[in-house]
């Protein structure tokens, strides 16, 4: 089993709050990745990282920020949460030499009231 | 990077075998096609990965024709716990990203 976790499992806050969804892997890989998603929909890249100090942003636009300073950590924060980031955020971690193998994290569900 | 055409859900019962198709027709050269598995509140998990004919692991099966514009995944003797939502994925290797994109999946309901 991959070793990546994610907290808080479940948050339910306030508009307007900053908050940041915590990340951390033990498997030593360079890349990872956030994803959002719905109920019943599909998953989205907001954010990836090659390695330390690399981030961009992806596919779907995201008002979130992310930060890499250590490889096993990728946090994802939001400065001030709405009702619109209500959603599940998912991340990942894959190896350097995979091709297409992506480990994934419990997720985080995210309630903005 | 090839769109992914699969159907939106299925049901089976306990036992018996099921084939997911995948239909990816412009694929290109080097993508390989990948298949994950999804369970409610949980973030998605690597079953299968190929590039043509065959593969086959413990978990399920992946047949792809040689044209390579279709992929199906089958799963030998499904019990209740595959309920889950499964993923085609089609994408290159390039430059050490991989870009995955994920549709909206087959939602497979086994029954007793």
């Known amino acids: 089993e991959a070793d990546i976790y994610q907290t808080p499992r479940y948050l339910v806050i306030g508009t307007g709050k900053k908050i940041t969804l915590e990340c951390s892997q033990t498997?030593?890989?360079?890349?990872m990745y956030w994803y959002q998603q719905d109920p019943g929909m599909e998953l989205h890249l907001i954010h990836y990282?090659?390695?330390?100090?690399?981030?961009e942003k992806g596919d779907l636009s995201s008002e979130s920020t992310v930060s890499r300073i250590r490889t096993e950590h990728f946090p994802l924060t939001l400065e001030s949460a709405r009702p619109s980031h209500t959603s599940q955020y998912l991340c990942?971690?894959?190896?350097?030499?995979?091709?297409?193998?992506?480990?994934f994290g419990p997720g985080t569900r995210l309630t903005v009231t | 990077l090839a769109k992914t055409t699969q159907p939106i859900s299925m049901d089976s019962y306990e036992g018996q075998e099921v084939n997911i198709t995948c239909s990816h027709n412009?694929?290109?050269?080097?993508?390989?096609i990948t298949w994950y598995q999804q369970f409610p509140s949980q973030g998605p998990r690597f079953i299968i990965q190929g590039y043509k004919t065959k593969v086959t692991n413990e978990v399920a099966s992946l047949f792809i024709p040689a044209d390579r514009k279709s992929s199906t995944l089958s799963l030998p003797r499904v019990s209740l716990s595959d309920t889950a939502v499964y993923y085609c994925l089609v994408g290159t290797y390039s430059g050490g990203y991989n870009k995955l994109i994920f549709g909206a999946g087959t939602r497979l309901a086994v029954h007793p």
């Open positions: 990942a971690s894959q190896s350097w030499d995979s091709a297409y193998e992506q480990y």
């Open positions: 990282s090659y390695g330390v100090n690399s981030t």
């Open positions: 412009n694929i290109a050269t080097n993508d390989y």
């Open positions: 498997m030593g890989h360079d890349k």
